[in-house]
């Protein structure tokens, strides 16, 4: 039977589209004041993404190399790591944080904390640091279970299996106890498979579904129906 969940982060506890237009708008602001800065940003996010997909499911030399995307970023535009690291920070990191509030799945979040008060240990795995996009969306003290791919004793993205096997020792479960849900076919459920998990894409999370998957008698919360958009 399972006893956890864990998360995707992007794409799952909130949908993509509407971040994507947020941050075009803040790199149309940001050209228009900094042209030159915007571009070189530009150049580099795109780059952060492609080695993101070419390191993608790759097994790590080093499980404890720190940032292996960041290095290999640096490497190939032969740009000093602290600019990669500063220009990824604020893109990535920061200036999504006060979108994610208005965004973020409402029916999805309600489970989580429904889950929480039910005891139900639960965990988040993405390939970009969580804990503030989890502090944004007013979660964070529902999750117990924090991995991101770029750290040390991970060091591999999705869907390679590490991240998803580190997950569920921080939660204290065999990785078939875990239920993992995410958004990215080929990615997190190819993933979770291979670490031995549950998987179920977030549309197919339900309040009516997991109850019965973790076998609760908690009864559901009204609105809490199926997960949409």
């Keep these: 039977?399972?006893?956890?969940?864990?998360?995707?982060?992007?794409?799952?506890?909130?949908?993509?589209?509407?971040?994507?237009?947020?941050?075009?708008?803040?790199?149309?602001?940001?050209?228009?004041?900094?042209?030159?800065?915007?571009?070189?940003d530009l150049r580099m996010l795109r780059t952060y993404r492609q080695v993101l997909e070419h390191l993608r499911g790759a097994e790590a030399a080093d499980p404890d190399a720190e940032d292996p995307q960041l290095y290999a970023v640096a490497e190939k535009l032969?740009?000093?790591?602290?600019?990669?690291?500063?220009?990824?920070?604020e893109?990535?990191?920061?200036?999504?944080?006060?979108?994610?509030?208005?965004?973020?799945?409402?029916?999805?979040?309600?489970?989580?904390r429904l889950l929480h008060r039910a005891d139900v240990r639960q965990g988040v795995y993405s390939d970009y640091r969580p804990q503030t996009k989890l502090q944004a969306m007013g979660i964070a003290g529902c999750i117990q279970a924090v991995v991101w791919s770029r750290q040390p004793g991970v060091g591999e993205f999705k869907p390679a299996p590490a991240g998803f096997l580190q997950v569920a020792r921080l939660l204290g479960v065999k990785p078939a106890e875990v239920l993992y849900v995410g958004d990215r076919t080929g990615v997190d459920d190819v993933g979770a498979w291979a670490a031995g998990m549950q998987f179920l894409r977030v549309r197919q999370f339900t309040l009516k579904r997991v109850r019965a998957m973790l076998g609760l008698t908690t009864p559901p919360e009204p609105g809490a129906v199926e997960l949409r958009g």
């Design 91 to 112: 893109w990535v990191t920061k200036r999504p944080l006060r979108f994610l509030r208005r965004i973020a799945r409402p029916r999805l979040l309600q489970i989580i």
């Design 1 to 40: 039977m399972i006893q956890a969940v864990a998360y995707d982060m992007d794409g799952t506890l909130y949908p993509l589209w509407p971040m994507r237009y947020y941050m075009v708008r803040e790199l149309v602001w940001a050209f228009l004041h900094a042209p030159g800065k915007t571009w070189g």
């Design 78 to 89: 032969a740009i000093p790591p602290e600019e990669v690291r500063a220009t990824a920070d």
